[in-house]
């Protein structure tokens, strides 16, 4: 299974083996890692995954819809790498992923 | 008091023809008698059409959770223009619709709502947090014991108001104003309140966006800082509206951070109340605030629903309907689908997910200031624990003639002396 690795705003780091198929949300929610909230249950509709993804992964986790773009511009702290956790699919590709949380999810 | 769901199989919800069925009637949610007509349609009927007999004429009831997310995301078929009416089943006057962000549709929905929106960023929210305790503490520690009150007036109504004040900037011997014109914006005039009819609510509009003016006039021309007005003012997006649409803009900012925030501070006492081993459970686990908070925000629904308008024609849960037709979203009937939720009629601290619940909205019209009414709720929820060994409701609360605003007019409570 691929690891994730979900480092929350104060560094504390969790590496999580998550199934393929599965959302980045999904793996952060099932193992009880904070700072991630998901209000909507992973519809792209609340902005409440947001994550910071290493450069180095960028590309490999493909590219923002338009939905996910537009919830995106509402959340307080995005940034160039912001994405929805829930918008991204884990897959063998993903294994060693790294992801940084926001301060809050707003 | 507030009973339990009506599932009496002879009540009238269940056995009167469907197209009979007017959910938006706000007699009923005067009454409190407003969930079981929802139970049913989220059974026999969950897209339904109310043709005839109501008096906001005819409308959609879009009434299961994941029927509402598909609309909610769907804003190119379902417009949320104020030029059609807008957010909510009433539609006021063609002449008198006012343009404000939550009814528009992106890229200028989206644009204005940017400039408001780092009002209630991480930022911000931590400089409002002591405030927020400060106040609370004195609102709290001036209330009597032994004796009845209104928690409506004395409580919920006083810390909402001053947090809209600062909000704004609002000169603070003035706040009052604050409430009464957010009272104004959402009372029906069949309520027979204070608003008696659509001329003197442009007359108080006029009075809102006189004394804003000034504050815009005098905040345009000094540097910008971080109250509403000064960013309505010099935002991109919106220092060059109409006065109509910064008078609409200041409605939603005022409604928005007042009604529904003071809504579910009653709603929570009263819920504490009526299930008093869940206040036990919250009692002996203070840590739990943050779950009991999310509760009390779906089980109040402040909002009861929002209205969209479909753009073109559109099959939904089986259902056709129509290019032009008013289609409006049961939250309150999302957050008791069982379909979702688990055990949705009971009211209970510790859930699972209690942030799924749908009262905030989803997609990008979802509450700009959700977390800030989440922080009031639970700073006034720890309080409140810190001091009191229980609020005793002592009647019936009176609710409010809307079917928009789920909310109560007062709540008669006791603190043991």
């Known amino acids: 299974m691929p690891t994730i690795t979900y480092i929350e705003f104060n560094g504390t780091s969790h590496s999580i083996e998550v199934e393929n198929g599965l959302s980045v949300m999904e793996g952060a929610v099932n193992n009880n890692v904070p700072g991630i909230d998901a209000d909507c249950g992973g519809s792209c509709a609340c ?31 995005a940034q160039e790498n912001s994405r929805l956790a829930c918008q991204i699919t884990v897959t063998d590709a993903l294994d060693g992923l790294v992801v940084r949380m926001p301060e809050a999810q707003h | 008091m507030n009973a339990p769901v009506n599932y009496d199989p002879a009540h009238e919800a269940w056995t009167m023809p469907l197209d009979r069925v007017d959910p938006a009637n706000p007699a009923r949610f005067m009454a409190g008698a407003e969930l079981p007509y929802l139970a049913r349609l989220r059974r026999d009927a969950p897209v339904h059409y109310t043709a005839e007999n109501s008096m906001f004429g005819p409308y959609w009831s879009v009434c299961r959770y994941n029927d509402i997310m598909q609309v909610e995301l769907n804003t190119e078929v379902f417009s949320s223009s104020w030029a059609h009416g807008g957010i909510s089943v009433r539609d006021r006057p063609k002449e008198l619709r006012i343009p404000m962000f939550i009814a528009m549709d992106p890229p200028v929905h989206d644009d204005q709502r ?33 004796e009845t009150f209104d928690w409506v007036e004395k409580v919920s109504i006083p810390l909402t108001t001053m947090m809209l004040a600062s909000l704004f900037d609002f000169p603070f011997e003035d706040r009052h104003l604050l409430s009464h014109w957010s009272d104004c ?155 979702v939720i688990e055990d949705p009629d009971a009211f209970i601290v510790d859930r699972k997910r209690p942030r799924q619940h749908i009262s905030f909205g989803f997609g990008i019209h979802r509450c700009v200031g959700n977390r800030l009414a989440e922080l009031q709720l639970k700073i006034l929820w720890e309080q409140l624990l810190a001091r009191f060994p229980s609020i005793e409701v002592m009647g019936e609360p009176k609710r409010v003639f809307s079917s928009f605003v789920r909310g109560y007019a007062s709540l008669p409570v006791r603190i043991p002396a």
Not at chain 1, 52 to 77: H, I, N, Y
Not at chain 2, 115 to 138: D, G, S, Y
């Open chain 2, 114 to 146: 940017k400039v408001v929106q780092p009002i209630v960023a991480p930022f911000n929210l931590q400089k409002f947090e002591a405030l927020i305790r400060e106040r609370t503490t004195m609102v709290l520690d001036s209330l009597p014991r032994g």
């Open chain 2, 185 to 339: 914006s959402t009372m029906p005039v069949e309520a027979n309140g204070f608003i008696k009819s659509e001329e003197h609510r442009e007359q108080v509009f006029g009075e809102l966006l006189a004394y804003f003016t000034k504050l815009w006039n005098e905040r345009v021309n000094e540097p910008p800082r971080p109250d509403l007005v000064s960013m309505l003012a010099h935002g991109e997006a919106t220092k060059n509206m109409t006065p109509r649409e910064y008078l609409g803009n200041l409605i939603l900012l005022i409604v928005g951070g007042n009604d529904t925030t003071r809504n579910s501070m009653s709603g929570g006492v009263l819920f504490m109340h009526q299930n008093p081993a869940e206040f036990a459970k919250l009692k002996a686990n203070p840590k739990l605030v943050d779950s009991a908070v999310s509760e009390i925000i779906r089980y109040q629904t402040p909002l009861a629903h929002m209205r969209r308008t479909a753009t073109q024609d559109y099959e939904l849960g089986g259902q056709q309907i129509k290019a032009g037709d008013k289609v409006v979203m049961w939250y309150l009937s999302a957050n008791r689908d069982g379909a």
């Open chain 1, 47 to 77: 902005a409440t995954c947001h994550v910071f993804v290493d450069d180095a992964w960028l590309a490999r986790c493909g590219t923002p819809d338009t939905q996910e773009k537009s919830m995106l511009g509402f959340a307080a702290t």
